[in-house]
């Protein structure tokens, strides 16, 4: 069974770092095809993709928040670390953590955390 | 950035079909992407419905059904029961952002 949990800061203050990490079992992040995304939430609106790490290292981002972003992965741990910079009121929402199992499902995201809400605030 | 668009709302009474649209562009469905559909309940995370366009993972009643034409696809909800209300959200991926892409998300009310 696949499961995956965000965890970090509920509350930061503008023009700080966020750093959220997402804690995986079911699976490891060294099998080909696996990979876990980032995607987020602001509270009465869509869902937005972040970023993504792949098997192989492979980093992809989203291109609105690219000179943001990082993400990086811990197989040891089997966690996945997001990193968003310079936080602003607007970054206000729910994070979520996924994983994609790409030779299965193709380009998509088949098991979700539950989400973790960041309001960003002085 | 959402490039996928959606109806804001759509509903049905209990045992109606129900439709939901996900229109894009070349760069993304109609560039052979498939499309994906997520249920998101109230205070839930959003759940995989259909993926690769028209499969259902394990569990997934075959009242839903998924559908791609050109640079659009569909969601189907046949027999609505009151348990399907929630926020559906489609999802590709587009080649001129090099990113995956949500749709704007339905709300689906049961009447």
């Known amino acids: 069974q696949i499961t995956l949990k965000e965890s970090g800061p509920t509350l930061v203050k503008p023009t700080q770092t966020l750093t959220l990490t997402c804690t995986f079992s079911?699976?490891?992040?060294?099998?080909?095809?696996?990979?876990v995304g980032w995607i987020r939430q602001p509270p009465g609106k869509a869902l937005e993709w972040l970023a993504l790490?792949?098997?192989?290292?492979?980093?992809r981002y989203s291109p609105s928040l690219k000179t943001r972003l990082a993400i990086t992965k811990d197989t040891s741990k089997s966690q996945v670390v997001l990193t968003l910079t310079n936080m602003d009121t607007v970054d206000t929402a729910t994070y979520y953590c996924?994983?994609?199992?790409?030779?299965?499902?193709?380009?998509?995201?088949?098991?979700w955390g539950q989400g973790t809400m960041v309001t960003v605030s002085s | 950035q959402t490039v996928l668009t959606q109806p804001p709302s759509v509903s049905g009474a209990p045992g109606q079909r129900v439709t939901i649209s996900c229109t894009g562009s070349?760069?993304?469905?109609?560039?052979?992407?498939?499309v994906h559909w997520f249920q998101q309940l109230p205070g839930s995370a959003p759940k995989l419905l259909i993926y690769?366009?028209?499969n259902r993972p394990s569990g997934v009643p075959d009242r839903f059904s998924g559908s791609r034409s050109d640079t659009s696809a569909s969601l189907a909800v046949t027999g609505l029961q009151a348990e399907d209300e929630a926020d559906y959200y489609c999802?590709?991926?587009?080649?001129?952002?090099?990113?995956?892409?949500f749709g704007t998300g339905t709300k689906v009310t049961v009447l």
């Open positions: 996924a994983y994609q199992d790409f030779k299965n499902r193709g380009l998509t995201f088949d098991i």
């Open positions: 079911g699976f490891s992040l060294t099998t080909s095809g696996a990979a």
């Open positions: 790490i792949y098997w192989d290292d492979d980093m």
């Open positions: 070349r760069s993304n469905i109609g560039a052979n992407y498939h």
């Open positions: 690769g366009d028209s």
């Open positions: 999802q590709s991926y587009d080649s001129s952002l090099s990113a995956y892409v």
